[in-house]
């Protein structure tokens, strides 16, 4: 349940259309489900403003399906980051609307009758081998009821490719870049923006890019202030971030 679905419960019953022990029957279950091999967060989008995100690297198959039907039992969207064929398989046995992004992983079941699309996100990224930490990060986003637009392919190698998109970098709330290889791009993209940037680093690059880090030390290292950064391949985790700022903002400007 999130926050908007939480509302129109108390309202439904202000307004005498819906019966107070069935509204407190469904409240009962908020706190969370333990179903043996997990424990199910259904308080986590009134907490947090979104609902629990199934990492799923690490379980089985089976263990990610009774997650999502029991997620499902209670809200009307589901995404799961890591996940592979065979998990979205056993998903799609129970949720036949379930989408699997081959790519960057992810899964969605997304039941909502209008996906929100609030603020402006910026996700860039500086090569075509980060597109799918940077598809991550974008298709995370917009689950989470953001408005995205994708700038990739623009890297510091060819600097005229990112400068030719000031406008577009300038009109964000928030930009999430990406890079790989010595992950420069951020560096640069902040130096162009007044909106807080949130760098992931990427594995991306030959053997002394060491999976990463030499991009992680590069980004940690930048002096150009007003940059945050996340883990390596983390687009999950800069979109969770982005979204958390880009909504506050939007919210201030309405």
Request: aromatic residues 4%; glycine residues 10%.
């Amino acid at each position: 349940m999130d926050p908007e679905e939480l509302r129109s419960l108390l309202q439904a019953v202000a307004r005498g259309e819906r019966d107070i022990e069935d509204a407190a029957e469904k409240l009962s279950s908020l706190s969370f489900a333990d179903i043996g091999h997990a424990k199910v967060d259904h308080h986590r989008g009134i907490r947090c403003g979104f609902a629990e995100v199934i990492f799923c690297q690490g379980k089985t198959p089976s263990q990610v399906r009774s997650i999502v039907r029991e997620m499902l039992e209670h809200g009307d969207v589901v995404l799961g980051t890591r996940a592979s064929a065979a998990h979205f398989q056993a998903v799609a046995q129970v949720a036949l609307d379930a989408r699997y992004f081959e790519d960057p992983g992810l899964l969605v079941v997304d039941r909502r009758e209008a996906r929100p699309s609030v603020g402006h996100i910026v996700v860039a990224s500086g090569g075509t081998a980060d597109a799918a930490v940077a598809e991550e990060a974008a298709i995370s986003a917009e689950v989470m009821g953001n408005r995205v637009t994708r700038l990739y392919d623009v890297g510091i190698a060819g600097l005229h490719r990112v400068l030719a998109h000031q406008d577009v970098l300038r009109e964000a709330n928030v930009v999430i870049a990406v890079a790989g290889m010595e992950g420069a791009l951020p560096s640069l993209v902040t130096g162009l923006v007044c909106c807080p940037v949130v760098a992931v680093p990427t594995s991306v690059g030959y053997g002394a890019s060491f999976g990463g880090i030499a991009a992680l030390l590069t980004m940690l290292n930048s002096c150009a202030s007003g940059m945050g950064v996340v883990n390596i391949d983390n687009g999950f985790g800069a979109a969770a971030l982005a979204s958390r700022i880009n909504h506050e903002v939007a919210a201030d400007q309405r």
